[in-house]
Every structure is written in C-alpha cells, then in structure tokens.
C-alpha cells in the first residue's frame, strides 16, 4: 500500500482508532496491529509492472518464523556457551553457530535469490563470453518482494544481536511477529533494530497529545515532500530525460541530475517522515534516518546523514566486525571500501550499481586518507608518490571511461583530467576554516552525490552512458522552451535552496512551533487541501517510493 | 528490561568511531499501567473530521451546471469549471467540488470494470476477478522487455562480419537458391505486414543483396517525424539489415542539426561552426529547395562540420564514398571538401540558376573523416552528405522531419524532390508520421488526402518505387481518474493511414498494434527499464529496440515468403541483365 493514496487514509483512520481503543489491553493491540500489517503489505494498489500477488506476503512469515526460532536455537545453549567446561562450550559453540548460519543463508538466500540471481547470471555470462565462451544464460522473470531488502536485515541483525550476546531472545512470538511486519516501516524503512523497537512493546504505548501533534506534523511535511518535491518533479520533468537522454541537451542532462538528487531526498525522506509520524501516533518511536545530508561537509558525513539506518547497519554488522578502524592502514582501508561497497550494492543488483558504490567506496577510502594525512612541506619522496597517485587516478579514470562507458577519446581524457583536478582541490582544501571554506566542502560534496546519482538512477549501463556522453557534450542548445514549467523551476530552486541552506533545528522548531497552534479541524482541513494538491498535480496518481524497488 | 551503553561517542564521519555497544534484555515486562493524560486524542479526532468534513462536501454538492468532457485530466477540469460557474455567481463554483470525490463507482467504457479499486491487489485481482487481465498485458510487456534486453545484448558485438562478395558472373541458367533459414527466422512475428507484395520490388533488390552480387546495394530510406528523430527506431532496423545482409554504410547524413534531437547512431557528427538553416516544417524556403533531407543550410563563410566513421558499436565504422548533397546558385560562394589530412578540393557552387549538384569522393574503403567548410565568396547553399561502401549490403537513410505534420512534406518543390529522390536510388521508401496530426483539428477525410498526396510526391520520380506505410506509435494521455489511456485519435489516424497505403498500393504495418494496442504506452513507460518515454508520445532508447525488431521481423516475414515465390526464377530476372 503505498503512504500518499486514498487506500491509505481508509487503512489508516481506522486502524489509528481501533488501536487506541486496544490500548489497554496489550494482548489485543499487538494482535491487531500484526493483522493491519499483514493487511497493509497485501492489498497495494494496481501498478505498472505489476506487484507481486498477496500470498508473497509467506515470505515474511517465513522470515519472522525462522529468526524467532534460530534466536531461541542460539539462546538455548547460552549456559554451556558461558560456562566453564570447555567440551560443552566448544559443542554449544558449534550449536550456535549452527543456527547463526541457518538464519543467515535463509534471510541471505531469499535476498540473493529474489534480488541478485539474474545479475550474478549475467555476470557469469558476461565473464565467459570475454573468455571467448558462447554462453547463453536464461534470464528469470523474478518478482522482488516488495520490501523484502529491509525486513531481511532487520531479522537478521536481531539473530546476530542473539548470538553476539546483546540482546535477549523475545520470549513472546507476537511481539516477535510485530517487530517484523509494524507497517508504517516494513516496505522502505527505518530499518529498526530489535533493541530500538522491541523494549517498546514491553511497556506502554507512548500516547500523549504532543506525540499525537508531532505524529501528525511529520505525515503533513512527508506527504508534501513526497508528493510535490518527489513524485511532482519526477512526473514533470526528470523522467522524460533519464528515459531518453539521447534526446536531451547537455544542459538539460545536468538540470535532470540536480533535479533527482532533490526528488529522490524528497521522496525517500518523506516517505520516512510519514513513516515516523504514523508510528507515532500509533505510540511508537522510530529512528531517523535523514539529517539534512545535502549539508555534509565530506562524504563519510554524507553517509552519516543519509539513509542512516541502513549505513549505520552495516557499520555495526560489516564493519566493526572485519576490525573498523583498528588494524593496520591497508585492513582499515580494506574494511571501509568493502563495507560502502555493500552499502551500494544494497541498491541494486547491476553494472551500474558496481560502479556507484565503488566510486563512493573509494571516494570514502580517499576521504579518510586526506584528513589523517600529514600536511606540511612534502619531500622529493612525496612529491613523486603524489605524481604517481595522480597518474594512476588518470590512468583509472581514463580506463573506465573508454571501456565500460564506451566514451570517445576526449571525453575520457577530460573525465580522466576532471577526477585529477577534483582531487587535487579537495585535498589541497583546509579541513576547517571560514564560513567560505565550509561553504565550499559542502558544494563540492553535493556535486559529488549529484553527478554519482547518473549510476543509481539510469536504467541500465547504456542509458548512464548516454546521459554521461550527453553531458560531456557541452553543446550549446541550452534548455529548450516549455521543458521546465515556471512552476517546477520555483519547486526545484525552493527545495535545493531549502535543504542545501536551512539549518534543520532552527526550521524544524519554528515550523512545528506554528503548527502546533492549528486546531485539529484546521489541520484536517489542510491535509484535505494538500490531498486536492496532489489530486490535480499528479493526474497520473502518487507512485511508489523509489526505494520500494530496493 | 534494561539498556546499557558500553560507550557512546559522536563522529563525523559514518565510520571514525568505535563501535558502541548496547545490550538489552527483553525479558522483563512493564506494560501495566497505560495512562494518557485527557486530551491526547483531541487534536487528532479533530483532524480527522476536518479531513472527513472536506471530503464528505465533494458528495454533498450537487453536480455543476456545466458538464465537463470526458478524459479531462482533474487540474483542468477544475479549472475550467471554476471559471465557468463563477460566471453564474453566488456559491456555484463550490459545485465544481463534485470533481474531485475520492471515490466514485464509474465504470470503464470498454471493460465495465470498476475505475477504482480500493485495496485492488487484494479486492480487485483477486475477489474482482481483474487480475487476469492485468497479468495479460503485463505479460506482453515483458516480452517486449526482453526483446529489448536481447537487441541490446547483440548491439554489444564489436563489428558486423564481412558479407562475401561472390566472384563469378551470375550463369545464364542460374537459378535463385531456397532462403538460407536464420535463426531469428524463427521467432514468431507480433505484427505481420499488411499487403507485403508491394514490396516485392524491394525484396528484389534485398535478393540480389542476399547473393552476394558484386555492388548490390538495397537503399531504403525512412521518412518521419520526432518518433525516428534520433535514429533510434531506424538505426535499430538498419543494425539488424546490415547484420544479415552486409553493410554499405551509414547513409544520408544532414548537413547540421535543424534541433537538438537529430542525432544518428553509427557516425560521428561535429559542427565545428554553425551554418544557417532551414527547415521545411518553417516553410521558410519559397523556392521549396530543402533537398533529399528537408533542410537546407547556408553560410557566407566560415561554418563547418565534420562527417566521421564511428569509433565503437557495429555500424557505421567504415566508409569509401562520399557523396556531398548541394545546389548551385547565382552569386554562390565556395564549398571546401577535405577528405581527411589530404588536400582539400573547392566546389565554385556559383549558377544561372538555382539547380541540384553533387560531389563525390571516392577513397579506400575504411576509417575516415570529412571536412564540409563554407569558403567564402559568397553564400554557399548545401544539404548533406551521404555515406556509402561498395556493397552487397543496405543502407538504411533516417530522414527525420521532427515536429513536422504529415502535409509539411507537400513544402518541397515537386521537381526538385524528383531530382533529389531520383538521386538517392531507393528501393524503398519508408513514411512514419502521425504524432504532430495528432494534435490537430481537421476531418480524417482531409487527412488521408493530404497523406495521399505526401506518397504521390516522393513516387514522382518512380511511381513504382515500394513503399511501407508505418502507423504512429501509440500516444497515452491521463484520463480522470489518472490512468494513462491510449488517446482517442489514435486509432482514428491509424486507419486512415492503413486506408491511403492500400489506396496508394503500398504495404502497412500497425505500429500501434504491435506495441500491445490500446494503452500500450501506459505499460511501455512504466516498465523496467521504461520502453516508453515520459511525454507519453515517445520511445526510449530500449523502446526504439523494440519496434525497431519487431518492424524488422514483419519485413523478413515477406521476405521469406518472397523468396519462396521467386526459387527457382532465373537470377537474370531480378538483376535485369
């Protein structure tokens, strides 16, 4: 079901009323938000591919059931783990480990099978045919279950938090059950830990009147984020030019890349602000998962701000586990560029998303090489390695750009002199300094995000060749008249102005400090208002949350 | 239940920090107890009769005055109504709140099915029983996806195998061979060509192509609007002819760019410095010389381009012949031509009068690049350049006219056409247009007249020339309710094309059709990866592969059928020796 719909407002009224009203009674409530959930998952809307029909809905109940049992497997043999006797130590090891494993290849091999069969079949296809070998591989026309990318690592992390020690098994299945399937997050996140939610169902549900108003506030600037800023834009101008940038003028290329990078913002970070705010209302905390990321000063604080559960995910179950940042230089560097490379490939299983997280894991290896370094007058010795880093980069660049992308001569030379130029401004930038010299971290930061989204959000390979070639073009036809309405300029200049400049807190406050003096009629009045809004934006009805795919 | 942090710290960046450790035991329970302070609902109760309240006006409001057309997308509908009713006065523009109900019982004219299907996935595909249709369409969607998938995979080869050009002179008593069956044979055609005997002719000359026969070139050229405009659906069909039948090169090639979406595939096109141009849609020539391509482009010195055989993908990589397309004039300037480093030749293009020429440079068959400069002394008036090889092989023109109606066609001065058309030699004239008519008043009669006297004009030169009538593409609009529908016009325009072609004894085939028929473009945009493109009247560049196949495997159909009725026949027959 998807958030901004009419389906939803008829799911969710009553649901929000009948939950309330069971509040007193636990057993009830969590039985019946178990149902909404289930309900919620199996009856969206008719779509363009298809979904996949209700009964994918088994796959979650495989899931929930599977952890609930390894996690209890895993518990069981928590005495002998801890004891003294070394036997029964080394077998309950074995026992445990038994069910981590299980757990894993289960919530790991529905992931793979639904999500990365026919990209691992195409690779394989790929390397053979290189080899000279005719392979012809099938490819298989997979449904991928909808959100199946983010319940899959939320039970997974509650088994290995099981295993690791730091978490008790939930002793209740519904709870369990609940935990799996809450709505408001199921199908495109938070990606909640066990911890974070599941001490919420063991006591009373957070009701007051400011949680219900900031619950509300959150859905109102989700809905309008989403709607306008995502799915408006998105209808109106950025996708004619990433279907077809053959078509398009350089300029125009580059205005579409702006215009995702707010869109997909917009529309992922509204999708959790209703998510949010609904799980409020229902008397649950969720975390969050944006801190204004267009901001960030470098790239790891980009990834700190963005899509933070799942970045914070792999931090704790990839990262620390490999050794962070202990160990010698080359292992940490190592454990950073494999743990953004997964990060990347969470996305998307194809050429294009290889080469969007290699290019945000190496430029994470390069972000933290430049602030450790030393600094100060180089040696002969140094100045060479600098010459010969450059070279490689060149040489790397280059390489890429006229194999993979295909690209003329000169374009690759200009990429491969881009890179070198980009690299030597930023690592020659003081790390702190002026307003000015922040000013310019966090351009040069955005600009980064924005020319990498070419990779997340082109179709295929050829299509992010195309849209490269297109922009390499320089061509001089400008933007062509009526392309951009005067009305998505003022939405595109308005939100990249709002969440390149505004300082979250000060606006957060402000605008909730107004909010909250709207009497409940008026709010509902303006919720009415802004459904008409979409209602007459979006003739073609609001769409799925772009991470829904994922 | 308990929560201890081990440590805690804040970083800057995602992973500079220590790992922080949380334990936490869900064993203990402390949900008695619930207490929310009066008051907590208040706000939120009031909302939602807020909510209801608006939605519940949309029901209470009796229908306005004036009636809104059907299709209207909701915005305009709105609006119009609104301004409408305020002329009326009072509270009457408050009616035009019966608009925009949530939810109404309407039904599909075609399907009596519900609009609106609350909960549809499982109330409507599943207790409605709508399901099925549904997984129909969606099922010939992904067949479409994956011709495109495949096409795309065959474009990666590096470059098209060299078609043997046969030795021996053709024998007296030489009889035409059984078609060597291709694999691609085999897939089944969506979409047969209508009366695909007009053609005959053309497969003549793909016959005489297929044996191998020393300089047997098949020339066809493809005229249309935005839907060919940057040689995707035509470079998709010439990639598939030149695969199976050799390649003879790019072919005619603008001399500039009348916009910004003509671009070819297999060339490599540098407009060092602009020439002015025109273009006929603009009807800005009175004279009515646009040449073979339709613009015409004139500078008084200095403007340039440069015409090269591509670097990457299959077409396009070699080339032995230039042909430049210009006309001589009175007072006219000079034309430089500089065949790669060697030494430029001067084209005087001054005339009595206003006349059609050509140049050609003959050169060895491979990489190469050509300089067309406007020299001065004078204005110089030029019109393209076509690029060929010796053959056997296709050339396959993409003669694109973007934002053109069908009638701007009848611009061209007739005998001029004659002259350019006669020129070029085709063997097959392909016509695609349809997607501006669409936006047009005017009565179908008066269209297929005008489409009747477009294909009169190109066969001047030959009457018997063969030539294929392609139906537009399907065009989608969003209707009330916001689903994308196929636009009324559509079929309208689709028969009156396929009427004219078999007025005009040409061969049809339905593009739209073949797309899937009736809300076809809905489906193409919103697959993975899109077919379709965003304006609901265009393709992709995976959509392009797709028809571009699909036409291709119509035309190898009549050719099978073709050669099956001439084995046997003399060779002789078909060379005209």
Known sequence: MLFVSFDFLLFIVPVLLISWGLSHVPVMRVLFLIAASYFFYMAGPETEPLQPPWYFVGLLLLSTVLDYVCSHQIWRQREAFEGKDRQAKAAASRTRNFWLGVSLVGNLGLLGYFKYTNFFLGIFSDVANALGMAVVVPHLELLLPIGISFYTFQTLSYTIDVWRGRLTPEPNFRKFALFVVFFPQLVAGPIVRAHEFLPQLHRPPQLSAEAMTRGMYRVVIGVAKKAILGDWIAAQFTDAIFNAPENYTSLEILLALYAFTLQLYADFSGYTDIAIGVALMLGFVLPENFERPYQARNLGEFWRRWHMTLSTWLRDYVFFPLGGSKGSPGRVYFNLWLTMFLVGMWHGASWNFILYSNIHALAMVFNRWNRLRKRGAGTAKTRAMWVTGLLILFAAVYGLSSTTLQLGQTESLGLGGFAVLMFLIVARLPETGTAWNTALHVLLTFHFTVLSRVFFRADDLDTSRKMIAGLLRFDAHGIRDGLITPAVWAALLFGLGYHLLTPKGLVDRQTYAAFRRLPGPVIGLLLALLALLIYMLLSSGPRANIYFQF | MTSRAMAADEHEGLLDGEERKVAVDLMRDDEAGVSYPPGTFRKVIGAMFGVALAMGATYVVPAPTVATSPGTEVAAALTSCVAAEAEVGGAAPLQCLHLVRPWTLETEADTGQYRYVPFWNLIGRELLGMGQKAEVADAEVKEAVAVARAEAEKAEVEEFKEVEVRAAPVEEDEKVPPLAVDP??????????????????????????????????????????????????????????????????????????????????????????????????????????????????????????????????????????????????????????????????????????????????????????????????????????????????????????????????????????????????????????????????????????????????????????????????????????????????????????????????????????????????????????????????????????????????????????????????????????
Not at chain 2, 202 to 223: E, N
Not at chain 2, 348 to 358: F, G, H, N, P, V
Not at chain 2, 385 to 407: F, K
């Open chain 2, 184 to 577: 691609e044979d085999a897939t089944p055609v969506e979409m047969p060509l209508e009366r695909p005997e007009a053609l005959d002719r053309f497969y003549a000359a793909l016959t005489r192509t297929h044996l191998g026969l020393p300089g047997a070139i098949t020339r066809a050229m493809h005229y249309g609007d935005s839907a060919i405009g940057n040689d995707g659906i035509t470079g998709a069909i010439r990639s598939k002819l030149q695969a199976r039948f050799g390649d003879a090169g790019h072919g005619f090639h603008l001399l500039g760019q009348p916009n910004a979406s003509y671009r070819h595939q297999g060339v490599r096109f540098d407009e060092r410095s602009p020439w002015q141009h025109c273009f006929i849609i603009f009807d800005c020539k009175k004279d009515g010389y646009y040449g073979v391509g339709g613009t015409t482009f004139e500078s008084a010195g200095g403007a340039e381009i440069r015409l090269s055989t591509a670097q990457k993908g299959p077409m396009g990589r070699k080339v032995a012949r230039y042909e430049v397309w210009y006309a001589g004039m009175p007072k006219g300037g000079k034309l430089r031509l500089k065949l790669d480093e060697q030494e430029p030749v001067e084209l005087e293009t001054a005339a009595e009068q206003l006349e059609d020429r050509w140049h050609v440079i003959e050169t060895d068959d491979g990489e190469h690049t050509l300089s067309v400069r406007a020299a001065g002394g004078g204005k110089v008036r030029a019109y393209g350049v076509a690029m060929e090889r010796s053959g056997p092989g296709v050339v396959y023109d993409e003669m694109s006219q973007i934002g053109a109606l069908t009638r701007r066609i009848l611009n061209f001065d007739a005998d001029h056409l004659q002259r350019q058309i006669a020129r070029r030699d085709p063997d097959l004239l392909v016509l695609m247009f349809g997607g501006n008519d669409m936006n047009t008043q005017g009565t179908m009669e008066k269209y297929k007249a005008e489409y009747a006297a477009v294909i009169q004009l190109f066969r001047k030169a030959d009457p018997t020339l063969p030539c294929l009538v392609m139906a537009p593409l399907d065009h989608g609009e969003r209707d009330g309710s916001g689903k994308i529908v196929t636009r009324p016009i559509v079929t309208k325009l689709v028969q009156a094309q396929r009427e004219v072609a078999q007025a005009e004894g040409c061969a049809f085939f339905d593009t739209y059709e073949a797309m899937g028929g009736a809300g076809s473009m809905g489906r193409w945009v919103r697959s993975s990866p899109a077919l379709g493109a965003g304006d609901l009247s265009h393709l992709t560049h995976h959509g392009h592969k797709v028809v571009g196949a699909l036409l291709y495997r119509s035309l190898m159909q009549g050719y099978a059928e073709y050669r099956q009725r001439i084995a046997g026949t003399p060779v002789k027959a078909l060379t005209g020796q």
